[in-house]
């Protein structure tokens, strides 16, 4: 059973940072895609970053790059999205997602439905 824990999020103000993480279980971590995405109330959930297998490519949605950085420990079964700058544009409920299919490299990496497995979110709160 493939479990996606999230932490680290919080209530920090504006240009603050945080470092939220994601442990993975009950996959071959190292051979699948991983990404990020995030949800505001009332709003869609949208991809803010990925990283393929074992970890040599990433991709940011336009509104995080320069500020977010993704990379994974694959010996620690983890995922990290460090967010700087933080905005409260930033604010939303940040969600990891795994790609089901090992050893897979997928060029639609920003939608949804190409991730199979989702944790439960961390809230991300940036005050003005």
């Known amino acids: 059973q493939v479990q996606l824990v999230e932490s680290g999020g919080g209530l920090v103000q504006t240009g603050a940072s945080l470092r939220l993480s994601c442990a993975a279980s009950g996959l071959a971590f190292n051979s699948h895609g991983m990404g990020w995405f995030r949800q505001a109330p009332g709003k869609e959930r949208e991809f803010v970053a990925a990283?393929?297998?074992?970890?040599?490519?990433?991709y940011y949605a336009d509104s995080v790059k320069g500020r977010f950085t993704v990379s994974r420990d694959n010996a620690k079964n983890t995922v990290y999205l460090q967010m700087n700058s933080l905005k409260p544009e930033d604010t939303a409920k940040y969600y990891c997602?795994?790609?089901?299919?090992?050893?897979?490299?997928?060029?639609?990496?920003?939608?949804?439905?190409?991730?199979?497995?989702w944790g439960q979110g961390t809230q991300v709160t940036v005050s003005s």
């Open positions: 997602a795994a790609d089901g299919r090992p050893s897979y490299i997928s060029i639609y990496y920003y939608r949804t439905q190409d991730y199979d497995y």
């Open positions: 990283i393929r297998y074992p970890g040599s490519s990433t």
